[in-house]
């Protein structure tokens, strides 16, 4: 009886059956006239106290596309990421990124005024994957000369018990109009205890429009920009000399705060006090990787990359294009990392054996 009540509420609005309430309660934002017109009081509030929000006993990982551009990812009834891929923003990213407890991970702004956060590097957005030099175009920062990767579309958006998965596609374009190259992503979460988030990000590049060149430059690829309680150093006027912070920085290969900028190694983890709690994000180099392991473009305000393209920056090469990757015309290339939110610093969170799990065949 409640699930006959349930699907005459959503033919009711206007909605397909198992659209989950965010979705309903978007779309009451944005038109709530054409969301509840029809709809008898009695039934919609019966079927509001059988819907509810998810339940956490159902478990698994609810991916939903909203009205807004956004797809809001939920792990066991609760939030966990949104992927926002508007075409009015200069590249997808997803924001906010919530770990245990809720806790907010990456800075809010831009996308939201928070007290006390700098607004330094606009183009530093949640987590994202961009390069700063495709074809000599930069698509790392942002502005009416710099490129944009434009979302173009999904091969698969799967909720699951124990997975979730969303396939996408997007143009490299330059500032002209030109189509440099198209990337096929697919991002996986797991649905994991409420006292560590894992997820993978796979990206592929397509040399589509003709030969690719990944240029060399410090400021790519896989990056986060973290909480602004976890820095390794504390907001200071300019020209200042740096207050330390309650943050942590430590690669693979035992390379702690500025230290770690520019090494390389399989994996780094940047933790720091978040909500009362020590937590931290560690990211993965798969071993399949190109060039791996990795450089980490990672510093001490709190931005966190893993950029493979970047040796003559970091170890000062004579040749700026030592770090130059050509894919030929036709041809492509695919990374692949994983992103583990866990609680405590990389001991605790014995981070080292879980890249372990992560880089078996």
Not at 335 to 357: L, P, S, W
Request: with cysteine.
């Amino acid at each position: 009886m409640r699930n006959e009540l349930k699907r005459a509420v959503y033919w009711s609005a206007g909605l397909r059956p198992g659209t989950s309430v965010y979705s309903i309660e978007t779309r009451r934002i944005g038109d709530r006239r054409s969301v509840l017109a029809g709809v008898p009081l009695a039934l919609l509030l019966f079927a509001t106290a059988c819907v509810g929000q998810p339940a956490k006993s159902g478990g698994g990982v609810q991916i939903t596309e909203t009205s807004t551009n956004t797809l809001r990812i939920a792990i066991n009834g609760a939030l966990f990421t949104e992927y926002r891929f508007s075409t009015s923003e200069p590249r997808p990213y997803f924001y906010p990124l919530l770990g245990p407890g809720g806790a907010g991970m990456t800075r809010n702004w831009p996308m939201q005024e928070t007290p006390g956060e700098e607004h330094d590097h606009i183009h530093h957005r949640g987590l994202w994957y961009t390069q700063g030099k495709v074809n000599g175009v930069d698509f790392w920062t942002e502005g009416a000369t710099k490129g944009r990767i434009v979302h173009r579309g999904f091969d698969e958006i799967k909720s699951g018990t124990e997975t979730g998965i969303v396939k996408s596609r997007n143009d490299w374009v330059a500032a002209d109009g030109k189509i440099l190259c198209t990337d096929e992503r697919v991002f996986r979460v797991y649905a994991r205890p409420d006292n560590e988030r894992l997820f993978d990000f796979e990206i592929t590049f397509h040399a589509s429009h003709g030969e690719l060149t990944l240029g060399d430059t410090k400021e790519a690829a896989m990056a986060v920009r973290v909480a602004e309680t976890m820095r390794v150093t504390k907001p200071t006027p300019r020209g200042q000399k740096p207050i330390p912070g309650d943050g942590r920085i430590v690669t693979s290969e035992g390379a702690l705060n500025q230290d770690a900028w520019g090494k390389r190694a399989a994996w780094c983890d940047y933790s720091g006090p978040v909500d009362g709690k020590t937590l931290g994000i560690a990211i993965f180099d798969h071993p399949s990787n190109p060039k791996h392991p990795t450089w980490w473009m990672v510093r001490d305000y709190g931005l966190f990359a893993a950029n493979p393209f970047g040796q003559h920056e970091f170890e000062k090469t004579s040749d700026p294009r030592s770090g130059d990757m050509v894919i030929p015309a036709g041809k492509s290339a695919t990374f692949r990392y994983r992103f583990y939110v866990h609680e405590g610093d990389e001991k605790q969170a014995r981070v080292d054996e879980r890249f372990t799990e992560y880089a078996k065949p």
